[in-house]
């Protein structure tokens, strides 16, 4: 895979640097560019029209979510320029989140992630799909859950409400989870998993024991090359799996 081109769009001076350090002791990312507000940052990132900007929430002029909302509808007339965002943040309250991915983000990550992870987030946006920090995954999950009974409401008469975030689907994942296809009990403890429940819980819920349900949560996370359940259940709503 040819290096992923970045713009860093941060006002710390301090964390900008250390980014840019960081990036350059790997081979999958290049920093083509900074900026230390979102007004030179919009005009950097439209100028030079990087894979993906990263982009820090409290801006010192216009706010992150601006920043994003600005870049995903500029470069919307134009595939190929069409930009790609990764929120980069300390702030993981709710309406901070799904604002947004609401505005367009493409992924979202907090400021403590470890630069493997990082990279990680950076190389799955490239690809076209969305990463989500362990950290703010309970409320992008909640949101899909509002956004699959909204629409099964409106089946029945009722008006949906508008969707907030979109979970990109993975052909990739679709495609080997052809190969290697969930048996109906893995997909009734996935479907327990994305609703938050416990090992114990699912346990309860489907009459097995704790040491069949880690069996099968451990046939899942292989299924879906998850590291853990969060990653899973995100995959899982990414893929179609669980609605």
């Known amino acids: 895979m040819s290096q992923i081109s970045v713009v860093l769009i941060e006002d710390h001076d301090l964390t900008r640097v250390g980014l840019r350090t960081a990036f350059q002791q790997r081979h999958e990312v290049k920093v083509i560019g900074e900026a230390a507000n979102g007004q ?4 950097l990132a439209t100028d030079i029209k990087p894979d993906i900007a990263i982009v820090d929430i409290g801006l010192p002029d216009i706010d ?15 595939r190929e320029s069409k930009q790609k965002v990764l929120i980069l943040t300390m702030q993981d309250n709710n309406e901070t989140v799904l604002a947004a991915f609401a505005a367009g983000a493409d992924s979202y990550c907090m400021k403590d992630i470890n630069l ?15 990463w989500v920090d362990p950290t703010i995954a309970r409320i992008v999950l909640q949101q899909a859950r ?16 508008p969707q907030a975030i979109q979970v990109r689907k993975s052909p990739e994942l679709s495609q080997l989870l052809q ?8 997909l009734q403890v996935l479907e327990l998993i994305v609703a938050g429940c416990s090992n114990a819980a699912i346990s309860d819920r489907l009459y097995i024991t704790v040491g069949t349900v880690k069996t099968h949560v451990r046939n ?12 899973a259940a995100v995959r899982a709503l990414r893929s179609g799996l669980v609605g």
């Open 179 to 186: 190969t290697a296809p969930l048996t109906e009990r893995e």
């Open 116 to 130: 493997e992870k990082l990279i990680e987030a950076l190389i799955v946006t490239q690809e076209g799909n969305s």
């Open 40 to 43: 030179d940052g919009l005009e």
């Open 146 to 161: 509002n956004n699959s009974t909204s629409r099964r409401s409106a089946g029945f008469g009722g008006a949906a409400r």
């Open 64 to 78: 992150g979510i601006e920043v994003t909302r600005w870049l995903k509808k500029n470069g919307s007339a134009s």
């Open 220 to 231: 899942i996370l292989n299924k879906l090359c998850a590291d853990d359940r969060t990653q």
